[in-house]
């Protein structure tokens, strides 16, 4: 078996199975995906019960997917469970075409007890220019981003949609706050090629080859000028940008901590952050990394930078309250950007935004930070539904929205 493609397209039946760790990444390694889809993650979530699962055309694997599995609190019903495919599975459309992949999934997944499959296909429908969000969200004038012409549209993303509809899967509904799972809107940085020779992926960039800097200077050249401003202040003072390591992860804590109580949030505890910080760098085709802000002696922020397939991601983020002039944070967001570009990256991605466009929204603020910073927004797909068991999964959506 091997995880190249082929030219010639997969047949319409294909199999499915468990597969190892060893024969995910090495599918993984010659095609982007999802941190969601590394197959160590499922060691991040304990909660869940994780499986990797792979689709064979004969004897060749053609898709790969990680599933989490989270089991209903309920004694009676304790081997029911919600299957979750987060940005999965990962596959290429022009080899096989997702009524393959999903003809075997409900099945499989049923015979393991699942009564709703959740599934976030890793395609993006359509992206809008940051400049146009910023603009329509403080002209006010329209509802969602999805008023807003798009700047590109993936054809092939609406067939997948009319693909998910015809076999009865349920298409996640548009609104302004954000659900459980993964927003289908994301803020995305799309950065240039670079000239060769480029840094090694991963090393800290202090002084850049010329050409590297120019290449930096396109993507701050993204941001609005307030952004821009406030990213080159913060390489004009006394701030020390560190990477750290496990024993460090105490100082992000306490930041951490310090950004929950001062934005409102319930934060994960230290032992969630060990666990991502290993297994992640643990893998072949990830890395994780705990970049901190430093003034002399005292942590001003700090981030925790993913690298995956042709991505960064700015995954997390904290900040102390002092200081706040120094803008270490715009460091931090700065060295990420720089390592993304270093490693070759398509994205550098800043995470979720709501679609509302009313500069009134308690999330509006979101959208406006990340779009400052030169973030298109794409609309992924988003996370379908499909009820294997009707009642049990209208308990689960009634309980969710309960408590939500």
Same mark, same amino acid.
């Given at each position: 078996?091997t995880?190249?493609?082929?030219?010639?397209?997969a047949?319409?039946? #294909?199999?499915?199975?468990?597969?190892? !760790?060893?024969?995910?990444?090495?599918?993984?390694?010659?095609?982007?995906?999802?941190?969601?889809?590394?197959?160590?993650?499922?060691?991040?979530?304990? =909660?869940?019960?994780?499986?990797?699962?792979?689709?064979?055309?004969s004897?060749? $694997?053609v898709?790969?997917?990680?599933?989490?599995?989270?089991?209903?609190?309920?004694? &009676?019903?304790?081997?029911?469970?919600?299957a979750?495919?987060a %940005?999965g599975?990962?596959?290429?459309?022009?080899r096989?075409?997702?009524?393959?992949? #999903?003809?075997? &999934?409900?099945?499989?997944?049923?015979? +393991?007890?699942?009564?709703?499959?959740r599934?976030?296909?890793?395609?993006?429908?359509?992206?809008? =220019?940051?400049?146009?969000?910023?603009?329509?969200?403080?002209?006010?004038?329209?509802q969602?981003?999805?008023?807003?012409?798009?700047?590109?549209?993936?054809?092939?993303?609406?067939?997948?949609?009319?693909?998910? #509809?015809?076999?009865?899967?349920?298409?996640?509904?548009?609104?302004?706050?954000?659900a *459980?799972?993964?927003?289908?809107?994301?803020?995305?940085?799309?950065?240039?090629?670079?000239?060769?020779?480029?840094?090694?992926?991963?090393?800290?960039v202090?002084?850049?080859?010329?050409?590297f800097?120019?290449?930096? %200077?396109?993507? @701050?050249?993204?941001?609005?000028?307030?952004?821009r401003?406030?990213?080159?202040?913060?390489?004009?003072?006394?701030?020390?940008?560190?990477?750290?390591?496990?024993?460090? $992860?105490?100082?992000?804590?306490?930041?951490?901590?310090?950004?929950?109580?001062? !934005?409102?949030?319930?934060?994960?505890? +230290?032992?969630?952050?060990?666990?991502?910080?290993?297994? $992640?760098?643990?893998?072949?085709?990830?890395?994780?990394?705990?970049?901190?802000?430093?003034?002399?002696?005292?942590? #001003?922020?700090? *981030?925790?930078?993913?690298?995956?397939? =042709? /991505?960064?991601?700015?995954?997390?983020?904290?900040?102390?309250?002092?200081?706040?002039?120094?803008?270490?944070?715009?460091?931090? +967001? @700065?060295?990420q $950007?720089?390592?993304? &570009?270093?490693?070759? !990256?398509?994205?550098?991605? @800043?995470?979720?935004?709501?679609? /509302?466009l009313?500069?009134e929204?308690?999330l509006?603020?979101?959208?406006?930070?990340?779009?400052?910073?030169?973030? =298109?927004?794409?609309?992924?797909?988003?996370?379908? !539904?499909?009820?294997?068991?009707?009642?049990? /999964?209208?308990?689960?959506?009634?309980?969710m929205?309960?408590?939500?």
């Amino acid at each position: 078996m091997t995880p190249e493609s082929s030219s010639r397209p997969a047949s319409a039946s #294909l199999r499915i199975e468990s597969i190892t !760790d060893e024969v995910h990444h090495g599918f993984l390694a010659a095609r982007p995906a999802s941190f969601l889809q590394n197959p160590r993650w499922p060691q991040v979530k304990t =909660d869940w019960r994780g499986e990797s699962l792979g689709w064979f055309d004969s004897e060749e $694997l053609v898709a790969v997917s990680v599933v989490l599995h989270r089991h209903l609190p309920v004694p &009676l019903l304790k081997s029911r469970s919600l299957a979750y495919l987060a %940005d999965g599975p990962v596959f290429d459309p022009a080899r096989v075409e997702l009524g393959a992949i #999903l003809a075997p &999934l409900a099945p499989y997944l049923q015979r +393991q007890g699942a009564f709703m499959i959740r599934m976030g296909l890793p395609v993006v429908h359509r992206r809008w =220019d940051s400049q146009e969000v910023r603009r329509a969200l403080a002209a006010g004038e329209h509802q969602l981003i999805t008023d807003l012409e798009p700047l590109e549209v993936n054809e092939q993303a609406e067939a997948m949609r009319r693909t998910l #509809l015809d076999a009865g899967w349920v298409e996640p509904s548009a609104g302004e706050d954000f659900a *459980a799972g993964q927003p289908p809107f994301q803020a995305r940085i799309p950065l240039p090629e670079q000239p060769e020779p480029r840094p090694e992926p991963g090393a800290v960039v202090s002084e850049d080859p010329a050409e590297f800097t120019t290449v930096v %200077d396109e993507v @701050l050249g993204r941001m609005d000028q307030s952004s821009r401003r406030q990213t080159r202040k913060s390489t004009r003072t006394e701030l020390t940008v560190r990477e750290g390591g496990l024993e460090d $992860l105490g100082v992000w804590q306490r930041l951490y901590q310090e950004t929950a109580e001062r !934005d409102g949030f319930t934060g994960r505890p +230290q032992s969630y952050f060990e666990r991502m910080y290993r297994e $992640l760098n643990d893998s072949p085709t990830a890395e994780c990394r705990l970049l901190l802000a430093y003034l002399e002696d005292q942590p #001003l922020a700090a *981030a925790i930078y993913v690298r995956q397939g =042709d /991505t960064g991601w700015y995954v997390y983020g904290a900040s102390s309250s002092e200081e706040r002039k120094r803008y270490a944070p715009r460091a931090l +967001q @700065l060295e990420q $950007l720089r390592r993304s &570009l270093a490693a070759g !990256d398509r994205w550098y991605d @800043l995470g979720g935004v709501s679609a /509302t466009l009313n500069p009134e929204h308690e999330l509006a603020g979101l959208t406006r930070f990340k779009t400052t910073m030169g973030a =298109d927004v794409v609309q992924t797909l988003g996370e379908w !539904d499909l009820p294997l068991n009707k009642v049990l /999964t209208r308990a689960f959506n009634l309980y969710m929205a309960r408590r939500d």
